[in-house]
C-alpha cells in the first residue's frame, strides 16, 4: 500500500494510466462486464414509469376586465424572474396538493393509499391518510421553469399513464383556480375595507367644508385670491395718484418758492411775471415797450410839458400798474395750488396708510382660511380617492382573472419515460469506467513493491543502474529449453537482452562515483530470494566472457548458493584459505564455461561468525585485487545475516538488488539504511527479475518501456 502512494503521481499521468490499465487488461475486462450485467439486471426489473406534462404561462403585464382610472398613478408592476420562481414554488407547495388530494379523492387510490393492499390495514385518521397522499404526490411531481421564459413545466409520473395525465392537469387547473379565487377575495376585502372607511371619510369632509364657510363668514372673506387681489390694484392705482400729486406739489410748491424770492429781493412785477411765464404778463410787457419806444421818440422832440408826451407817460404807468396786479393774482393763485397739493398727498398717503392695514388684516385672516382650505381640500381628494377605488372594486367583482393561463394540457403518455435503454447505457457504460477504475486501484495498493527504476531513485534516493530481465518474459526462441537456468542461459545466449542486462550492470559499477576505482563489487539484498546470487554469478560470467579477468567469492555463510552452482567439487574453500590451512591459489576454482574462477564454500566447513571481517580476510581482498580486473562479493542478505554488512564495507562499491514488484518498500528502507550505518559505498540499485512484457506496457520512466522496439537487437 506504502508504494501505491510512492507512485500516486505515476498513476495521475496519463500515459501511465494508459499503461496501467493495459497491466490490469483481463480484471478491468471482468469488472466492466460485471458492471454492465448488473445494469442490464437492474433496467429489465425496473417499473415502467409514465411521466405527463402540462404547461402554463404567467402573464407578464395583468389585463383586467376593468381597467383602471386613467388618473390612477400606481404602477403596474411586470412579471419578472423571482414572480416565476415563487409560482413555482406555489404549485408544489402543500396546501395546493392537498386541494388536488381532495378534489381527484386520491386518498382511495392504492398508489396514494398503500394501506388498501393490506389485508389487515394499521388504522389510520383521515388526516394522516391525507398527509401521505400529499407527500406521495409531491414525491412524483416536478415541476420547473423552461429556461429563462415565463413558461412552467408540470411533470408528474406514474405508473398509471392515465393518473399521470389526470394529476399533472389537475395541478395546472388548482393553480389557476386558486389564484382567480384569491384575486376574487382580494377584490371583495378591497370593497369591504373601502365601503367602511367611506363613512368616516365623508364626516371629515363635511366637517372641513364647514369649518371653511364658517371662517368666511366670521371675517367676511369670499375668496383669499380675490381679496388680495383687488386690496393690492387699489393701492396700485394710488400710488400712481400719489406719485402725480407729488409731482404736482413739488411743482407748486417750486413756483411759489420762485415768485416769494424774487418779491422779497425787490424785483418788479416786469421781473417777477417773466419768471412766473404768464402770457397776460407777457401781453402787457410788450405793450409797454411799444409805449416806452414811443416816449422815447416824443421826449426827443417834446418837452416834458408835452401833452402827448405826459399821455404816453400814463398809459405806461398804468400799464405798470396792470402788470403788478396780475403777478400778485398769479401769486395768490400759486400759492393756493401749492396748498391743494399738499392737501392732496396727504389725503393719498392717508388713503395708502388704510388700504396697507387692511390687506395685514386680510392676510392674516388669509393664513388661517387657506390652512382650513387646504384640510378641506385634502379631505376631499382622500374620499374622492377611495370613492373611485371603491367603484372599481365592486366594478371588479366577478370579473376576476388569473395571473396566467394554460399552454396545454398534459396528454396519456403513450411510452413509459422509465426505464429509459439509453441512460441505462450511459449508466452501465459509467458504472463499467468506475468498477474499472477501482480495480485498478486496489491492484494498485495490493502491490507491495517497486516498478521502476524511477521509483528506486524516488524512495531510496540511489541511483538506478539498470534491471535484470526475468527469463519467462524474454521471447526467445522456443528452442530454448524453459528449464534452462540464469546462470546456464548468459552463456548459451551471450547477445540476449539478458546477457545484455549485466553487462550494462558492470559498465555502469565501473563508472559509478568512488573514492578509488571500482574493482570488488558487493552483491547483497534486503531479504532473500531476491535474485542476488543468480546475479552475482551471470555478472561473473559475462565479465570473464568479456575477456576480464573475474572472481566470484562466496560470501554468503549460510545458503552457499553459488558454491553449489558453479562447483562440483572444491578441494579447498575459503574457510580454509581464511584459517591458513591452503592458499589463496588451492582454493581457486576455474569455470570452464567461462573462464571466470570462484572461490567457493565446501559443503560442512563453517566459517567463524566474525573472521569474514578480520584482516586476513582484507589480505585476501587485497591480494585478489592485484591478481584479477573484477571481484564479486556473494553477500548474504542483510536484513536476516549482520556479516553481510561486514562484506560490503569491504567492497568498493556494492550493488544493492530489489526483486520488481516484491521487495517491501520498507524492508529496502531498512537495508539500505544498514548498509548507510557501516560506510558502505552504495553504487546504485537494480530491479531483479523485471517481466519485460509488462515492464513495456507500463513501466513509464524505465528504458524497457521501449523493450519492444529494440528487441531485435537481441539474439
Known amino acids: 500500500m506504502t508504494q501505491s502512494f510512492a507512485e500516486g503521481s505515476e498513476l495521475l499521468d496519463l500515459r501511465a494510466i494508459g499503461r496501467t490499465i493495459r497491466?490490469?487488461?483481463?480484471?478491468?475486462?471482468?469488472?466492466?462486464?460485471?458492471?454492465?450485467?448488473?445494469?442490464?439486471?437492474?433496467?429489465?426489473?425496473?417499473?415502467?414509469?409514465?411521466?405527463?406534462?402540462?404547461?402554463?404561462?404567467?402573464?407578464?403585464?395583468?389585463?383586467?376586465?376593468?381597467?383602471?382610472?386613467?388618473?390612477?398613478?400606481?404602477?403596474?408592476?411586470?412579471?419578472?424572474?423571482?414572480?416565476?420562481?415563487?409560482?413555482v414554488q406555489v404549485l408544489q407547495s402543500p396546501d395546493l396538493l392537498g386541494k388536488v388530494v381532495d378534489s381527484l379523492r386520491l386518498i382511495r387510490n392504492p398508489l396514494f393509499n398503500p394501506s388498501l393492499l393490506e389485508t389487515a390495514p394499521a388504522p389510520m385518521s383521515p388526516q394522516a391518510l391525507r398527509d401521505r397522499a400529499i407527500?406521495?404526490?409531491?414525491?412524483?411531481?416536478?415541476?420547473?421553469?423552461?429556461?429563462?421564459?415565463?413558461?412552467?413545466?408540470?411533470?408528474?409520473?406514474?405508473?398509471?399513464?392515465?393518473?399521470?395525465?389526470?394529476?399533472?392537469?389537475?395541478?395546472?387547473m388548482q393553480y389557476l383556480q386558486g389564484q382567480r379565487s384569491s384575486q376574487a377575495a382580494q377584490t371583495r376585502r378591497t370593497a369591504q375595507l373601502l365601503g367602511a372607511r367611506m363613512a368616516k371619510l365623508r364626516d371629515q369632509v363635511l366637517s372641513a367644508e364647514r369649518a371653511v364657510a364658517q371662517y368666511r363668514q366670521q371675517h367676511r372673506l369670499f375668496a383669499a385670491s380675490d381679496v388680495s387681489s383687488i386690496t393690492q390694484q387699489e393701492l396700485s392705482v394710488l400710488d400712481t395718484q400719489l406719485a402725480e400729486a407729488r409731482s404736482a406739489q413739488a411743482a407748486a410748491n417750486a413756483r411759489l418758492s420762485a415768485a416769494q424770492a424774487q418779491l422779497a429781493s425787490g424785483k418788479t412785477g416786469d421781473t417777477l411775471g417773466e419768471a412766473l411765464n404768464s402770457p397776460t404778463v407777457s401781453a402787457l410787457r410788450q405793450q409797454r415797450a411799444?409805449?416806452?419806444?414811443?416816449?422815447?421818440?416824443?421826449?426827443?422832440?417834446?418837452?416834458?410839458?408835452?401833452?402827448?408826451?405826459?399821455?404816453?407817460?400814463?398809459?405806461?404807468?398804468?400799464?405798470?400798474?396792470?402788470?403788478?396786479?396780475?403777478?400778485?393774482?398769479?401769486?395768490?393763485?400759486?400759492?393756493?395750488d401749492a396748498r391743494v397739493a399738499d392737501q392732496r398727498v396727504a389725503s393719498i398717503n392717508g388713503s395708502i396708510n388704510a388700504l396697507e392695514s387692511r390687506l395685514a388684516a386680510d392676510n392674516n385672516a388669509s393664513v388661517r382660511l387657506d390652512e382650513l382650505q387646504r384640510n378641506a381640500d385634502s379631505a376631499r381628494a382622500l374620499y374622492q380617492t377611495f370613492l373611485d377605488n371603491y367603484k372599481q372594486a365592486l366594478a371588479k367583482q366577478g370579473t376576476e382573472t388569473s395571473d396566467a393561463h394554460a399552454i396545454s394540457r398534459a396528454q396519456v403518455p403513450a411510452l413509459p419515460t422509465t426505464p429509459n435503454p439509453l441512460i441505462f447505457l450511459v449508466i452501465g457504460v459509467t458504472a463499467a469506467v468506475a468498477a474499472s477504475a477501482a480495480v485498478v486501484m486496489a491492484l494498485s495498493l495490493l502491490e507491495r513493491g517497486f516498478r521502476t527504476g524511477d521509483a528506486v531513485e524516488k524512495k531510496l534516493g540511489i541511483p538506478s543502474l539498470g534491471t535484470i530481465p526475468a527469463l519467462e518474459s524474454l521471447r526467445e526462441p522456443t528452442s530454448v529449453d524453459a528449464r534452462e537456468s540464469p546462470a546456464q542461459f548468459v552463456l548459451t545466449h551471450p547477445k540476449s537482452a539478458f546477457s545484455e542486462a549485466f553487462r550494462s550492470l558492470k559498465t555502469a559499477l565501473l563508472l559509478a562515483p568512488s573514492s578509488r576505482p571500482t574493482k570488488v563489487v558487493a552483491v547483497t539484498s534486503a531479504l532473500p530470494g531476491e535474485g542476488k546470487t543468480s546475479a552475482a554469478i551471470c555478472l561473473a560470467r559475462t565479465s570473464a566472457l568479456a575477456e576480464s579477468s573475474t572472481v566470484l567469492v562466496d560470501c554468503d555463510t549460510r545458503r552457499r548458493e553459488s558454491s553449489r552452482l558453479l562447483a562440483d567439487a572444491i578441494p579447498r574453500g575459503l574457510a580454509e584459505v581464511l584459517s591458513g590451512e591452503c592458499t589463496l591459489d588451492e582454493a581457486l576454482v576455474r569455470d570452464e564455461a567461462s573462464g571466470a574462477w570462484i572461490i567457493a564454500q565446501r559443503p560442512g566447513v563453517d566459517i567463524p561468525l566474525d573472521?569474514?571481517?578480520?584482516?586476513?580476510?582484507?589480505?585476501?581482498?587485497?591480494?585478489?585485487?592485484?591478481?584479477?580486473?573484477?571481484?564479486?562479493?556473494?553477500?548474504?542478505?542483510?536484513?536476516?545475516?549482520?556479516e553481510a554488512r561486514v562484506v560490503a564495507k569491504l567492497a568498493d562499491s556494492v550493488l544493492y538488488?530489489?526483486?520488481?514488484?516484491?521487495?517491501?518498500?520498507?524492508?529496502?528502507?531498512?537495508?539500505?539504511?544498514?548498509?548507510?550505518?557501516?560506510?558502505a559505498n552504495v553504487a546504485g540499485t537494480a530491479l531483479s527479475r523485471v517481466n519485460m512484457i509488462e515492464q513495456a506496457r507500463s513501466g513509464f520512466g524505465d528504458q524497457e518501456l521501449y523493450y519492444n522496439s529494440y528487441r531485435q537487437y537481441y539474439a
Open 657 to 679: 538488488l530489489v526483486r520488481w514488484k516484491t521487495t517491501p518498500i520498507k524492508a529496502a528502507e531498512l537495508g539500505l539504511k544498514k548498509l548507510n550505518a557501516v560506510g
Open 23 to 87: 497491466r490490469f487488461a483481463w480484471p478491468i475486462v471482468g469488472a466492466s462486464v460485471i458492471a454492465l450485467v448488473l445494469t442490464a439486471l437492474v433496467y429489465l426489473h425496473a417499473k415502467p414509469l409514465y411521466v405527463a406534462t402540462a404547461e402554463l404561462q404567467l402573464d407578464r403585464v395583468s389585463d383586467p376586465v376593468v381597467p383602471a382610472p386613467a388618473d390612477n398613478k400606481e404602477p403596474v408592476l411586470p412579471t419578472d424572474s423571482p414572480s416565476v420562481d415563487t409560482a
Open 611 to 642: 573472521v569474514l571481517g578480520s584482516d586476513r580476510m582484507r589480505q585476501i581482498i587485497d591480494e585478489l585485487r592485484r591478481r584479477f580486473d573484477f571481484i564479486i562479493l556473494d553477500a548474504s542478505p542483510l536484513l536476516p545475516v549482520a
Open 290 to 336: 411799444t409805449l416806452g419806444t414811443q416816449l422815447a421818440d416824443l421826449s426827443s422832440r417834446y418837452g416834458p410839458r408835452h401833452p402827448q408826451l405826459i399821455k404816453v407817460k400814463n398809459q405806461i404807468a398804468d400799464l405798470d400798474s396792470q402788470i403788478n396786479a396780475e403777478v400778485n393774482r398769479i401769486v395768490s393763485n400759486v400759492s393756493t
Open 135 to 172: 407527500r406521495i404526490l409531491a414525491g412524483g411531481l416536478q415541476v420547473q421553469r423552461e429556461g429563462v421564459s415565463y413558461a412552467i413545466a408540470i411533470n408528474y409520473g406514474s405508473p398509471d399513464p392515465a393518473l399521470a395525465a389526470t394529476v399533472a392537469n389537475a395541478v395546472m
